[in-house]
């Protein structure tokens, strides 16, 4: 019964906002408990213990070595986790697999968060995980979520430009998001709002989401004119719209792909161009700040060259690895 579970033994932090209960078709799940304010901090965890090597190198010595160093308190909260909420480990390998996520800190590639695991996925969450430096993670609500409401992210960044049968493939596990529900119209046009937002992407930052050229056999871009002048840096286009649209449009993705939001107006030279940048601006979504802006296309600016150069620059310093969903 899931009185007695295990999850319920698992030690939450003081006044935390939300509880773990079962979740219909998702095993268990972390629920809010109160109405949380979109950008506020949900959770803030720290690895239980971390492993240096790589997942492909991991083996159940590595993780047994770091277990032992763990305080008995920490040894019987990693007891408590359950296969899919309900079987057994039958291996510290599968463990790590199911309960851990890639850091940036020098000291671990992997750490394993009893917490942070218990969230469930969704291609379209309501809140993530950015990238932090160091053996912590955080989740942040990046929508306003209702008390009782299931709490979400989306478990890997880059599924947010991938169709739903690329994300599918990837889980290995069937999502029942309104972006993943076949035979819908939202369905379809998320399907191509996402491809979209992959190209544009790609034209703006000249690689694909690896941080690589795109040399599959079916690219982002088709046409290799528009192809090399991406990976040329020769396009420069941003915009937050389809995002909005898709559902997607957070804080942080407003920082990563779109410009700043103060002043864009300041990026133009021309003053007919600034005068459309901010009445584009005034307006209260990005689409129709982007109906509005839209007689900018194709339109010159003696800053584009400039612009040119500076992600030219961006892109050496950066090193080519660009993650634009961080």
């Known amino acids: 019964m899931s009185v007695n579970h295990p999850y319920r033994s698992l030690q939450l932090p003081r006044n935390a906002a939300f509880e773990l209960m079962p979740s219909p078709g998702k095993g268990w799940g972390a629920f809010a408990t109160r109405p949380i304010q979109r950008g506020s901090l949900i959770l803030r965890e720290r690895a239980l213990f971390g492993i240096l090597e790589s997942p492909v190198e991991i083996m159940e010595c590595d993780i047994f070595a770091a277990f032992l160093q763990l305080s008995p308190i920490q040894k019987r909260q990693l007891g408590l986790l359950r296969?899919?909420?309900?079987?057994?480990?039958?291996?510290?390998?599968?463990?790590?697999?199911?309960?851990?996520?890639?850091?940036?800190?020098?000291?671990?590639?992997?750490?394993?968060?009893?917490?942070?695991?218990?969230?469930?996925?969704?291609?379209?969450?309501?809140?993530?995980?950015?990238?932090?430096?160091?053996?912590?993670?955080?989740?942040?609500?990046?929508?306003?979520?209702?008390?009782?409401?299931?709490?979400?992210?989306?478990?890997?960044?880059?599924?947010?430009?991938?169709?739903?049968?690329?994300?599918h493939e990837f889980l290995n596990f069937v999502c029942n998001?309104?972006?993943?529900?076949?035979?819908?119209?939202?369905?379809?046009?998320?399907?191509?709002?996402?491809?979209?937002?992959?190209?544009?992407?790609?034209?703006?930052?000249?690689?694909?989401?690896?941080?690589?050229?795109?040399?599959?056999q079916s690219p982002v871009i088709v046409n290799p004119e528009l192809k090399a002048a991406a990976e040329g840096h020769d396009i420069p286009l941003t915009s937050n719209c389809l995002l909005e649209e898709e559902g997607l449009l957070d804080d942080w993705a407003v920082k990563i792909v779109g410009v700043s939001?103060?002043?864009?107006?300041?990026?133009?030279?021309?003053?007919?161009?600034?005068?459309?940048?901010?009445?584009?601006?005034?307006?209260?979504?990005?689409?129709?700040?982007?109906?509005?802006?839209?007689?900018?296309?194709?339109?010159?600016?003696?800053?584009?060259?400039?612009?040119?150069?500076?992600?030219?620059v961006n892109q050496v310093y950066s090193g080519g690895a660009l993650a634009p969903w961080t």
């Open 83 to 167: 296969k899919n909420g309900s079987g057994q480990f039958t291996s510290l390998v599968d463990i790590l697999a199911e309960n851990s996520f890639d850091s940036r800190d020098e000291s671990l590639s992997h750490g394993l968060f009893v917490l942070g695991s218990r969230f469930n996925h969704l291609c379209l969450p309501n809140a993530r995980v950015p990238i932090t430096p160091g053996p912590f993670i955080e989740l942040h609500a990046i929508k306003d979520i209702e008390a009782g409401e299931e709490i979400y992210f989306c478990y890997v960044a880059d599924l947010k430009v991938k169709t739903k049968h690329e994300r």
């Open 177 to 216: 998001c309104k972006a993943c529900l076949p035979g819908t119209l939202f369905q379809e046009l998320s399907d191509l709002r996402r491809r979209l937002i992959r190209g544009m992407l790609y034209i703006t930052r000249g690689v694909d989401l690896d941080g690589e050229i795109q040399t599959s």
């Open 261 to 312: 939001v103060g002043e864009p107006a300041a990026l133009f030279k021309s003053e007919y161009n600034r005068r459309i940048v901010k009445l584009a601006m005034a307006q209260d979504t990005w689409l129709k700040k982007f109906q509005v802006a839209f007689p900018l296309y194709g339109r010159a600016d003696p800053a584009d060259l400039f612009m040119t150069m500076l992600q030219r």
